[in-house]
């Protein structure tokens, strides 16, 4: 067969985005009541940049006694002053941090790419735009609740204890705090071990912004403070981000509780691509929805289903296209697959490699060198597999497609279907009926029709079955945060 | 290179969403070139570029003119690249060809009724016998965009197939003029229609019809040179033209081409810039590249 060469000899220089304009500190404390506050433990860990195992800053750990701190101070702020505020006023602070988060853009992205591992480019084009659009997307909210829920007397919930996840930091805090500021609660909120330090840069940008003492308490930790806020008892609302696992246990602890929740969960998303479809824009998106910030993405499109007829066309396409992937230094501003976050998550990626292997699957990698330090992942996929198989059931949370293929519409619909999980779907046609059709009958919160992975603050997002229940975004997620009459 | 005939139905062209295709751009125009990489490129751009003039205002001696910028792009620097072609009206190739003699860069014509297309068969056919009797090494034909969008493929299938054989040894660049075709759908077809007709180089316009080369046309123009190499085993070249006037936009059209087909298109027989004033800015980055330091404009010569 015919082949083409892309391994160009014209190799990219490094393009190193610089890190002299940022500003970290040795060590980061709890921010409590609009102040640093030492942590009662006195422990503290660390936080490491995945691409070079190097130390980026010691961080306060929270216990039981710490998260308790934090949420009276944020009662008391709800109490006093947030709940009180006319709500035109609360939208003014919103906007002066979602202008803040705008101004000093690039130190964000720089540090979200230190601390996460993920490309300098996603950091810069995607996380921290999109982090800022949240927070102007609900400001204009804060003062107009009552247009989005006509005669429905919206009223706040009070303290909304708030757990992100390690893979979008910045922009998984924005998607909490910004609904629950605008619709009048306060917040306790705890960043990922991981990637502590864009959340605690944000706390600086609070104190900057003047936002009133109390209104947002930033602790930082691991699983045990997660769980103290969990159960604290003065808690009102827990909104989380993460595994499936984690969520269960969640809502086995709010049982019996007055708290609500929303739980934004795992997925292991089908990407339909079918045979009268866009076939080179449509392996854009496969590009986009799997080896995007090295696969660690809940709606990530890990489950790839080719319609057989142009199965053989597609997999020369992609495999084209991986070619000219860069896997590398974050920093470089042409990596567009950089390190994988923590090396316990990327002892779960080779775990599956092997389970894809043992298997029997057929595993394609491209030809690319890695870094000796650090966490790295090829962009991998696997072929020969079905619905039976491990690495297509679970969620891998890496740079690892499973390729399936189908014959029809129905037999697509089963299988994209036939998962636990219910996050997110794309789907790939030129048919306008076609792609309808097929929206109406995938069990899936989002889904995209001929793109994939495309976020905006104005559109809700969230799972079905395993994936989660609630919305973060749009008008659904200020819903989340609200008491509404007649619901 | 494969003996399988390969026949083209021009209803199953391929479909391009428009959406998708700006994406893949995106990630063309968010690369970064420094230092040798950057200088690479920039080399291979100005050994890529058709220099042009057509004019109806041009004369021999301006012609002659051009000719001696393509010989001597910026002697004050040496070890550098000549253009890969002087690209002129018929009337114009013997004059070219003998001011450009004992050079490597090839005359390029334009030819059939350029650039509306808008005449007989017979005319164009001698308006290509013209170019290539007086020398012209390439020949740059348009497709007729009318019997185009009137749905008449094959019309516009045997035009090409007519000038292709009329250019006997000369290399045949068929201009798509994809300005005026409307949509990348179309833009895909007309592809289609002129490789599989024996172009030897799909060229986007010709200049005289904004918008002309853009990134996101050339992506898949050369998609389509791609799928036909694979079908086929036959390499066929690109060649935007018109608007890309700045050195920074010719490396983001080279990254495109090596990232999309590979080193073995990264050459000036696979791959050229039809532009006029773009090898004056590539050369000032070049110094600026070699020196540090930007040189004023007065620096590089017009012509």
Redesign the interface.
């Known amino acids: 067969?015919?082949k083409?060469?892309?391994?160009?000899?014209?190799?990219?220089?490094?393009?190193l985005e610089s890190t002299d304009h940022i500003n970290l500190k040795k060590q980061y404390e709890l921010f409590i009541g609009g102040k640093w506050v030492k942590p009662s433990s006195g422990k503290y860990f660390d936080t490491v940049n995945p691409a070079t195992e190097e130390k980026l800053a010691a961080i306060a750990e929270a216990n039981d006694k710490d998260v308790d701190k934090a949420v009276k101070a944020a009662r008391k702020a709800y109490n006093e002053v947030w709940s009180k505020m006319p709500a035109s006023e609360r939208g003014k602070y919103i906007y002066r941090i979602a202008r803040l988060i705008q101004e000093r853009a690039r130190e964000f992205a720089v540090i979200e790419t230190l601390d996460g591992g993920k490309p300098i480019?996603e950091a810069r084009?995607i996380d921290v735009p999109l982090a800022a659009a949240h927070f102007f997307y609900y400001a204009g909210w804060a003062d107009k609740l009552n247009y989005a829920f006509p005669n429905r007397n919206p009223m706040p919930l009070g303290v909304a204890g708030q757990i992100v996840p390690w893979n979008f930091p910045l922009l998984m805090v924005a998607w909490k705090i910004a609904p629950a500021l605008a619709t009048g609660n306060t917040v306790v909120l705890k960043p990922a071990e991981t990637t502590p330090l864009t959340a605690l840069k944000l706390a600086e940008i609070i104190q900057e912004a003047g936002l009133p003492d109390g209104v947002v308490n930033i602790i930082t930790g691991a699983g045990v403070t997660g769980a103290a806020i969990v159960n604290h008892e003065d808690i009102d609302k827990i909104a989380f981000t993460g595994s499936t696992g984690v969520g269960k246990i969640i809502q086995n602890a709010i049982a019996g509780t007055n708290k609500k929740a929303t739980l934004e969960l795992g997925g292991k998303a089908a990407n339909i691509i079918f045979e009268?479809?866009?076939?080179?824009?449509?392996v854009?998106?496969i590009i986009?929805g799997i080896y995007f910030n090295q696969g660690h993405v809940c709606c990530a499109g890990s489950r790839l289903f080719v319609q057989e007829s142009v199965y053989d066309l597609v997999m020369?396409k992609l495999k084209?296209r991986m070619a000219?992937l860069v896997v590398g230094n974050p920093l470089d501003?042409?990596t567009?697959i950089g390190a994988i976050n923590s090396k316990e998550q990327l002892n779960t990626i080779n775990k599956y490699l092997k389970i894809g292997k043992a298997e029997g699957a057929e595993m394609y990698q491209t030809d690319c060198s890695l870094p000796k330090k650090g966490y790295w992942c090829k962009p991998t996929l696997f072929t020969g597999v079905s619905q039976s198989n491990r690495i297509v059931q679970e969620e891998i949370f890496g740079p690892v497609l499973a390729v399936q293929t189908f014959r029809t519409v129905a037999e697509v619909i089963e299988k994209a279907n036939n998962t636990p999980y219910g996050l997110s779907a794309g789907v790939w046609t030129?048919k306008g009926a076609k792609l309808f059709n097929m929206t109406s009958q995938l069990k899936a919160g989002v889904i995209w029709g001929?793109?994939f992975n495309k976020f905006d603050p104005s559109s809700p997002f969230g799972g079905f079955k395993e994936s989660g229940f609630g919305r973060e975004g749009g008008l659904h997620g200020l819903k989340a945060y609200l008491k509404v009459k007649g619901s | 290179m494969?003996n399988k005939k390969v026949i083209l139905d021009y209803n199953a062209t391929?479909?391009?969403?428009q959406?998708?295709?700006l994406?893949?751009i995106d990630?063309i125009t968010?690369?970064?070139?420094?230092?040798?990489?950057?200088m690479?490129?920039l080399k291979?751009a100005l050994s890529m570029i058709d220099l042009t003039t057509l004019e109806g205002a041009d004369t021999d001696k301006k012609v002659i003119q051009l000719c001696n910028k393509a010989m001597h792009l910026h002697d004050a620097m040496p070890g550098l690249p000549t253009v890969a072609a002087v690209c002129v009206y018929p009337n114009f190739v013997e004059t070219a060809k003998k001011t450009l003699k004992g050079t490597k860069i090839k005359v390029a014509s334009v030819a059939t009724a350029f650039p509306s297309g808008q005449s007989s068969r017979e005319i164009k056919l001698l308006d290509t016998k013209l170019a290539v009797d007086n020398g012209a090494d390439e020949v740059d034909m348009v497709i007729s965009r009318g019997r185009f969008h009137e749905g008449d493929y094959s019309f516009v299938f045997d035009e090409i197939a007519a000038i292709k054989e009329a250019c006997g040894k000369a290399r045949l660049k068929v201009i798509l003029e994809t300005g005026e075709l409307g949509t990348f759908d179309k833009v895909r077809r007309a592809s289609d229609i002129a490789i599989y007709a024996g172009a030897d180089f799909i060229k986007t316009s010709t200049g005289k019809i904004s918008p002309a080369a853009t990134l996101p046309v050339t992506s898949v123009m050369l998609?389509a040179i791609?799928d036909y190499?694979?079908?086929?085993?036959i390499q066929v070249g690109m060649k935007p033209a018109g608007g890309i006037s700045n050195a920074k936009l010719a490396l983001q059209y080279l990254l495109l081409v090596?990232?999309t087909?590979?080193?073995?298109w990264?050459t000036n027989e696979w791959f050229r810039f039809g532009a006029s004033s773009l090898a004056n800015d590539v050369l000032m980055q070049i110094v600026k590249q070699t020196t540090g330091i930007y040189q004023s404009k007065d620096y590089f010569s017009k012509d």
Do not use: C
């Open positions: 067969m015919t083409i060469n892309l391994n160009s000899t014209w190799e990219f220089a490094p393009s480019r084009d009268d479809a866009a076939l080179d824009q449509a854009e998106g986009n020369r084209d000219s501003k042409n567009d030129d001929n793109t | 494969s391929p479909v391009i969403d959406v998708g295709v994406d893949r990630r968010s690369r970064s070139l420094k230092k040798d990489a950057k690479h490129g291979l998609e791609k190499y694979y079908k086929t085993g090596k990232e087909l590979g080193d073995a990264l």
